[in-house]
């Protein structure tokens, strides 16, 4: 009989010890319809968080230390953005608001990134990471001087961008590029757009050293159209190269089911070669730059009064063209139809990047309202996607441009046990861009929440302070 007594009462005491350490997680968002583009799950659940990573997504109820109620909203991965020129706090602030995680700086990339990681680490709102920037080393290589290029409008007004590059120049470019490579680099950033004396060797040598290197091409092709399209897409397949071109829909311009239909067949055929938009008309970039060399109006489809002056608004005339064109600084060009991007943006193929400039209170919208305008207007009014689809083109599909080099993006742009906790909770219904061509760094509003790497920083729509829990994004090729 002692014995029973004795059996029953160390039952209890485990029952009891058992019940008092239920897995208690650092945060449980609950209640929240959870979606995840790769596994298709669109359900209501909870998720669990520790440390920087989802630990457990379940249906039943999660016991954290803090507990978010996620009833009526949508639980999504953070989003990533591939073209991120403003690469500080100041933007990334904008860019969090907007439901940004992840803002990379793909297209044209950073000439110092040792110092540029370095800079950054443990000091960043978000995630960041930048590809090698064949620009800025193509420059040095001409100017023979190792001169530091600081940001992309002084990449664009150097006059050496004007030049070709002579071919016993090339390998001199190649070393640069495999030093930055061999410091994390992204790939390689290829804004040939930019280059108009660039010749076609000195490209596609840069092309053929990234398909030897396995790393992938981010590129503002050249003017041109379809055929700087076919061009772009000649020099990846022929030199087996993963290739990402940035902005379609502002540089195929009326060529766009042309330029839609080659990238789609390129994926039928299993050539890893992706594209990009932004949910706007206009586009923005460096007056001084080659894009504005004569010709221009025809090459854009547009004139004077289609350009703005981004310090005052103002639409410019041929006197204040030149006299700006001289001075330098920023400029809104409006030169594409909203066909067009409904067009792409419907497209399967087609991603969301922001390509979004250094902050300005009156620069470019898509700096602060990219995302949030793709489901407020694309998604909830005009109803040419859906809010997965949107979802997917934010998240999973860019992530996936990146996992050969940066095998970590495995494990973001999803909702899944083990994957980073990157996430975002919205009202779709309140989800808005607030930012104008007028008016263009105002931050979105609808983020009710905003976690990176399992830290909150925006918690009831307001931003946390002294928090910064952006990790840098590198690839982990050696060459």
């Known amino acids: 009989m002692l014995k029973k007594h004795l059996i029953l009462a160390i039952l209890v005491c485990l029952v009891s010890c058992t019940s008092n350490t239920e897995k208690t997680y650092d945060i449980v968002i609950e209640n929240a319809r959870v979606i995840d583009p790769e596994t298709n799950t669109d359900e209501v659940l909870n998720v669990a968080i520790s440390k920087d990573k989802i630990v457990t997504i379940s249906k039943d109820k999660l016991k954290g230390i803090k507990t978010i109620n ?9 989003f990533i953005d591939l073209h991120a020129h403003g690469q500080t706090n100041t933007e990334n602030e904008y860019q969090a608001f907007d439901g940004v995680t992840t803002a990379l700086e793909l297209e044209v990339g950073i000439d110092t990134l040792v110092q540029y990681y370095q800079a950054r680490n443990g000091k960043a709102l978000l995630n960041y990471g930048a590809s090698a920037c064949q620009l800025a080393y193509r420059n040095k290589v001409l100017a023979n001087d190792n001169r530091v290029y600081e940001s992309i409008f002084k ?53 053929a050293f990234a398909g030897e290197a396995k790393v992938p091409v981010f590129s503002h092709v ?52 992706t594209t990009e938009l932004y949910p706007y008309t206009a586009g923005n970039t460096e007056i001084g730059s080659a894009i504005f060399n004569e010709g221009w109006q025809e090459r854009l489809g547009c004139t004077y009064k289609d350009l703005q002056w981004v310090e005052t608004n103002e639409r410019l005339t041929p006197e204040t063209f030149e006299k700006y064109r001289k001075q330098g600084g920023s400029v809104i060009v409006h030169m594409m139809k909203e066909s067009w991007v409904d067009q792409v943006i419907s497209s399967k193929i087609a991603m969301i990047a922001s390509d979004g400039s250094e902050y300005s209170p009156t620069g470019h ?29 934010m998240t999973l599909m860019p992530a996936k441009v990146l996992e050969t080099v940066v095998p970590e ?53 307001e931003m946390k302070p002294n928090t910064f829990p952006g990790k840098g994004i590198k690839s982990e090729v050696k060459l």
């Open 409 to 461: 993006m495995k494990l973001r742009g999803r909702i899944q046990k083990g994957c980073y906790a990157d996430l975002l909770l919205f009202d779709i219904h309140k989800v808005k861009d607030n930012a104008t061509y007028t008016n263009g760094f105002v931050k979105s509003s609808g983020m009710d929440y905003v976690i990176v790497n399992g830290t909150i920083l925006i918690e009831n729509g």
């Open 365 to 393: 919208p898509r700096g602060s309202g990219t995302f949030s305008k793709t489901i407020s207007e694309y998604v909830n009014e005009k109803k040419l996607i859906s809010i997965n689809s949107a979802i997917e083109k």
């Open 70 to 78: 996620g009833t009526g909203k949508i639980l999504a991965p953070g």
């Open 155 to 207: 990449e664009l007004q150097d006059t050496v961008a004007q030049q070709e590059l002579p071919k016993n120049k090339f390998a001199e470019v190649r070393n640069k590029l495999k030093d930055a490579i061999n410091n994390g680099a992204i790939g390689i950033g290829i804004p040939v757009g930019y280059l108009p004396n660039a010749s076609i060797e000195e490209i596609a040598d840069v092309y």
């Open 222 to 273: 050249r003017e041109g159209g379809a055929i700087a399209f076919q061009q772009a897409i000649s020099d990846a397949i022929l030199n087996k190269t993963q290739l990402h071109i940035c902005h379609l829909t502002s540089m195929a311009r009326k060529d766009v089911d042309f330029c839609l239909q080659e990238i789609e067949k390129a994926q039928a055929l299993g050539y890893p070669i």
